[in-house]
C-alpha cells in the first residue's frame, strides 16, 4: 500500500470522517449517519471459493470496514459500509470491490449457518417454538426443511447490507471503469439483460464541482479542495480560509499526503492554516539563509547569532534546521 493509502486509511478510520465521507455520499451531506453509530469490524475477509477442489481459503484485506446501526423511522437498521483507499486509478476496481461485498455476504451466511447451533444451556426459553428446536448431544439445533438445509439458510433469513466506497485521493480525474459492464466486451446486445452489472461508489476530489466540497462537514470537505487543486493553487485555497482554525487530524493528513510542508506547533486543538503557511515560508527564507551562509564559510555559532536576530526565532529553532541539514 501506497503512503498516501496508508496515511488515508489511517485518516479515515476516525468515525467522524468516515461518517462524513458516507453522508455526502449516500445522502448528499445530510448528516444522517452520527459517527457514534458507527462500529469496527474486522476488515479481513476468508471463505473458500466455489470450484476449488484443493479447498484453498483466499484471504482479502478491505481498508476500513465499520457496521452503522441506527434508528430510522422506529426501526433498526443495520448496513455495513467499507472503503477502499486509491492514490492511483484501478482498473479492475469494479471487479476487486464485487468480490470483497461477494465475500462480505459469503461471511454472513456462514455466521448465519453457525448461529443455528446454539449452547444447550440456551435453549430452554428458545425450545418452545413449536417444536423447531431440538437439543442432540447437548447442542440445541433448529431444524431445517432440505431446501433450506441446502443453503444454509432459512426462508426468512436477510442479510445485511454492504455499501463499498472508493475513496481516489489523486488529483487527476479518474479515468477507470466505473461498472463492470464498462469492462465487458459484449458483441451481442441480447446479452445484455442477462448479465449483473457492478458499479463503483466513487468519492474523487478530482472529479468534483467545487460547490461539492461545501456539503462536507468536517476538514474532509477541506482536504478534498486542497487535493483537487494541489498542483495549480493549494496554497491560495488555504490563505482563503482567512486564519480559520482546521482540525488537526485534517492538517496533519494533507501534510502528508499532499506534501505541504507546513510549519504548526504540536499542539491539541485546531491549526490555523494561514499562519503554517507563513511558518512554512519563513523556514523556506531560513534555510536558505542557513545555505547562504555555510557556503561563505560562517561557523554553526555565527550561524546561530545572525539568524536569531535576522529572523527573530529562538536558538533552538535555528540549531535544529541545522542538525536538519546535516542529516
Known amino acids: 500500500m501506497g503512503a498516501i493509502d496508508t496515511e488515508g486509511k489511517q485518516y479515515l478510520y476516525n468515525s467522524v470522517f468516515f461518517a462524513d465521507a458516507f453522508n455526502y455520499l449516500l445522502y448528499d451531506g445530510d448528516q444522517v449517519i452520527k459517527p457514534e453509530e458507527l462500529r469496527e469490524l474486522d476488515t479481513t475477509e476468508l471463505t473458500v471459493p466455489y470450484g476449488n477442489n484443493a479447498r484453498v481459503p483466499i484471504q482479502k484485506y478491505r481498508d476500513l470496514l465499520k457496521l452503522w446501526n441506527a434508528m430510522m423511522d422506529d426501526n433498526a437498521i443495520y448496513v455495513i459500509l467499507g472503503a477502499e483507499l486509491q492514490d492511483k486509478v484501478h482498473y479492475g476496481m469494479p471487479v476487486k ?107 474523487s476530489p478530482a472529479d468534483m464541482d467545487d460547490d461539492e466540497f461545501d456539503k462536507f462537514h468536517t476538514g474532509l470537505g ?37 506534501n505541504l510542508k507546513l510549519v504548526y506547533e504540536e499542539k491539541t486543538g485546531g491549526v490555523d492554516m494561514c499562519k503554517a503557511m507563513e511558518r512554512k515560508e519563513q523556514k523556506d527564507k531560513i534555510t536558505g539563509a542557513i545555505t547562504g551562509m555555510k557556503l561563505m564559510g560562517a561557523s554553526d555559532n555565527d550561524i546561530i547569532t545572525k539568524i536569531t536576530e535576522q529572523f527573530k526565532v529562538t536558538k533552538e529553532y535555528v540549531l535544529a534546521l541545522l542538525k536538519a541539514q546535516v542529516a
Not at 465475500?103 to 444451556?121: P, V
Not at 426443511?145 to 444454509?152: D, I, P
Not at 481516489?168 to 441480447?190: A, C, I, N, T
Not at 487543486?229 to 493528513?253: G, L, Y
Open 222 to 258: 477541506f482536504a478534498m479542495r486542497v487535493i483537487k487543486h494541489q498542483s495549480e493553487d493549494a496554497d491560495a485555497i488555504i490563505m482563503a480560509t482567512n486564519h480559520k482554525k482546521i482540525d488537526r487530524e485534517t492538517a496533519v493528513f494533507l501534510n502528508k499526503v499532499v
Open 97 to 203: 470491490d464485487g468480490l470483497y461485498d461477494m465475500l462480505g455476504y459469503s461471511k454472513q451466511i456462514a455466521e448465519i449457518k453457525r448461529s443455528y447451533q446454539k449452547e444447550s444451556g440456551e435453549a430452554n426459553e428458545a425450545a418452545s417454538d413449536e417444536g423447531e428446536l431440538t437439543v442432540e448431544d447437548g447442542v440445541l439445533k433448529i431444524k431445517l426443511t432440505s431446501a433450506e438445509f441446502l443453503s444454509g439458510l432459512r426462508k426468512g433469513d436477510k442479510l445485511i447490507p454492504i455499501i463499498t466506497a472508493v475513496v481516489y485521493l489523486g488529483d487527476e480525474p479518474w479515468d477507470g471503469p466505473k461498472s463492470l459492464f464498462e469492462m465487458l466486451d459484449v458483441r451481442d446486445r441480447r446479452l445484455i439483460p442477462f448479465i449483473n452489472d457492478y458499479k463503483l461508489n466513487l468519492i
